[in-house]
């Protein structure tokens, strides 16, 4: 069973960085798409970015184009998401996830293709 390990989450004030990291206990290389999700308090989990196999193709929810970069390093096993100019609003738990799922993608994958998920790691920004 393949486990994804988040970190890099912690408390920073409005304007600041942080980066995820999700490293893998097998190679990434075998994985499809993997992404990044997150779960404020008192909502729903949402999707935040997804990046393609081989890291080619990227997609990002609107909340955090421009502000976000996913990449993923399969030699490394890992997964990261840079955060900049964080907003209080992008407090939650993150969670990555990686699916066994090929090809390209033209807007988020939806929860229900990723087949392997992290604990998630909080992540909380202060104004």
């Given at each position: 069973?393949?486990q994804?390990?988040?970190s890099?989450?912690?408390?920073?004030?409005?304007?600041?960085?942080?980066?995820?990291?999700?490293?893998?206990?097998?190679?990434?290389?075998?994985?499809g798409?993997?992404?990044?999700?997150r779960?404020?308090?008192?909502k729903?989990?949402?999707?935040?970015?997804?990046?393609?196999?081989?890291?080619?193709?990227?997609?990002?929810?609107d909340?955090?184009?421009g502000?976000?970069?996913i990449?993923?390093?399969?030699?490394?096993?890992?997964?990261?998401?840079?955060?900049?100019s964080?907003?209080?609003?992008?407090?939650a738990?993150?969670y990555?996830?990686?699916?066994?799922l090929?090809g390209?993608?033209?807007?988020?994958?939806a929860?229900?293709?990723f087949?392997y998920w992290?604990q998630?790691t909080?992540v909380?920004?202060?104004?």
């Open positions: 069973q393949a994804l390990v988040e890099g989450g912690g408390s920073v004030q409005a304007g600041g960085s942080l980066r995820l990291s999700c490293v893998a206990s097998e190679s990434t290389s075998s994985y798409y993997m992404g990044w999700f779960q404020a308090p008192g729903e989990r949402e999707g935040v970015a997804a990046i393609s196999t081989g890291g080619g193709r990227t997609n990002y929810a909340s955090v184009k502000r976000f970069t990449s993923r390093d399969n030699a490394k096993n890992t997964m990261y998401l840079q955060m900049n964080l907003q209080p609003e992008d407090t738990v993150y990555c996830a990686a699916s066994q090929y390209s993608f033209t807007h988020l994958p929860q229900g293709a087949k992290g998630g909080q909380t920004v202060s104004s």
